[in-house]
C-alpha cells in the first residue's frame, strides 16, 4: 500500500479519452490498494482522479495553496485536504506525502510539477519513481524531447530512465511498483 501522487489538467482538454483514463487511474489505483495524493482541485482531469478514487472506495488527499483553497477550486468531499502557503509549499508536501509520481495529460502547471519531481531525482533528493501515463499520445513530444535532450548532451544516458513511460494505466503502475522495489532493494 502506497501514495501516488498523480499531477494533471485542471482541465478535461478535448478528447474524451483524457477523462476515461484519468477515471480508470482513480479506479485502478484504488483496485491496486493505493491512495491518491493531489493538488486538491475540483475541476478538469484532477476531479476525475479524485471522484474516481473516492467513488471506488480509495482515499483521495489533497495539497493546496490557502489562495485556491476557494469553494470553487477546491474538492469539497476528500478524505483528507492539507491547506499550505505557497505553491512551493504544495509541491514540497505533495513530493514528501508519495511514494510514486505520475503525471496524466495537463498544461504548464503539470508539465512543471512533473520536470521538477523528474529534476530532484535526478538531483538524488528524493528516490520515488516517476511515470508519464501517455494517453492517446499526448505526451509523445515530450517523450521525443526527452530523447533529444540526451542525444544533444544536456541529459546524461543514465537519467533517461527516471521517467517511465506507459500508454496504459496497469501497465504504468505496474512499472512503478517494481521499479519501487528496486528502490527498496538498493537501499
Ligand atoms: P495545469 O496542467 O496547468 O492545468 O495545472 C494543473 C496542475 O497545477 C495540477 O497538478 C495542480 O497541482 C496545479 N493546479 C493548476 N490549476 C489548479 C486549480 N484550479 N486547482 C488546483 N490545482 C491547480
Not at 123 to 129: A, C, D, F, M, V
Not at 141 to 148: H, Q, T, Y
Not at 162 to 167: K, S
Request: positive net charge.
Amino acid at each position: 500500500m502506497s501514495r501516488v501522487c498523480v499531477f494533471c489538467g485542471s482541465k478535461t482538454g478535448k478528447r474524451p479519452l483524457y477523462a476515461e483514463v484519468a477515471g480508470r487511474l482513480g479506479r485502478r489505483l484504488a483496485g491496486r490498494g493505493h491512495d491518491l495524493v493531489y493538488g486538491g482541485g475540483a475541476t478538469g482531469l484532477m476531479g476525475v482522479v479524485a471522484d474516481s478514487i473516492l467513488e471506488a472506495g480509495g482515499q483521495a488527499i489533497g495539497v493546496i495553496p490557502r489562495s485556491m483553497a476557494t469553494r470553487e477550486v477546491a474538492h469539497p468531499g476528500l478524505t483528507r485536504m492539507h491547506v499550505v502557503g505557497t505553491m512551493h509549499e504544495r509541491k514540497a508536501l505533495m513530493a514528501e506525502l508519495s511514494d510514486a509520481f505520475i503525471a496524466l495529460p495537463g498544461g504548464f502547471g503539470t508539465f512543471e510539477e512533473l520536470l521538477e519531481m523528474i529534476t530532484w531525482a535526478q538531483l538524488g533528493i528524493h528516490r520515488k519513481p516517476v511515470g508519464l501515463l501517455n494517453a492517446g499520445g499526448y505526451f509523445d513530444p515530450l517523450v521525443e524531447m526527452f530523447d533529444r535532450a540526451v542525444r544533444e548532451g544536456f541529459v546524461r544516458p543514465k537519467y533517461r530512465s527516471l521517467c517511465r513511460v506507459g500508454a496504459g494505466v496497469d501497465e504504468l503502475l505496474s512499472k512503478l511498483e517494481s521499479r519501487r522495489g528496486e528502490i527498496c532493494r538498493a537501499r
